[in-house]
């Protein structure tokens, strides 16, 4: 077995102990004082474990964003000229306050349940004892930076130019959030994502006396609702996703003002460019009626060629760890979209394997915590080897 594997093996009853602890407090992206609560126990156990440096950064509305370093200095080596390696984690849940009193964490046989466990908790110590690992056995070469974000939930709005700054100067980001499927595939390439409002104005009358003065805004709409949705092109991983549509004021009324919000989902930077031109360049269909479209993409897309060559080196780890280990695409975006994005190697889904993000049946598979924590700790030893 592993000497890694071995060490975390050791540990399983102490991160179980801080796994119950953390998913046991409530941390809703909303409530700052519980997210720092929440952190707080992390600080706390990283300093008794590892006793790095703790880097904090003040924010107002959100959960302070926190970074641990394995060493003393913070950022890449200057020296050696050697860059760092992030672990890419965030603490906060879709779950609001009181939620753990109704489901605290429990266990059922392999299963381990409660609010936020698998998005992305148990990830988040893994990581912590992953990093743990690698500071007692091993003689790391490169420091090691553990982000802990406090608003991946809702887009990560205060913390985004903390993980790019961060990413900027890291060889690879490893990104704890959950596997997928049974069999905990990592996750290779996330779409990007795109979000827009598109209002209409046209031209009011009376319905029944000067019909034929007005000019409808909701008939405009729903011809640009119909090339919206063409956008979409399933073969090439496009979606386009008119979610939202309101409009007029009575039945009796030509209305004069309607407005959509729509989404769109893509694969590759490419793609990103080629459906935002066309949609910026909407014309009307119907004489006298203004469009108006905002937005713009809010993730770009975390393509696969960020992470084959730290895939290759997962899979062969596993191999020697003595499991298979698959990759798959998702749709749905995390913070690894912003760190590919920079052209930083990013392998994505090094959390826990279990099932139910954001869903009440949300658990982690027990047999499989330790495992994963030692795959990430020889992951981060591989990129150490040049
Ligand atoms: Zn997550």
New binding site residues.
Partial sequence: MSKLLEFINGQRAALLKDLEQLVNMDSPTGSKVLVDQAMEVVIQRFQELIGGTVERIPQEQFGDQVKLYLRKEAGAAAETGAGQIMLLT?IDTVWPEGEVACRPFRQEGNRLYGPGIF??KCGLLQGLYAMYAVASQCNPTKNIVLFINTD??VGSPSSRRWIEEEAAKSDAVFVL??ALGPDGKLKTARKGVGRFTLEIEGVSAHSGINHSEGVSALEELAHQILFLQGLTNYEKGSTVNVGLASGGTAVNVVSDYARAQFELRIESKDEADRLSQLISNMSPVLNNVKLRVQGGMVRPPMERAMSRDLFASAQSVARELGFPLQEAATGGA?DGNFTAALNVPTLDGLGAVGHG?HALDEYVELDHIALRSALLAHLMMEQMKD
Avoid: C, K, L, R
């Fill in positions: 965030h998005d992305m991946e939930e959030e959950p995390s993000a």
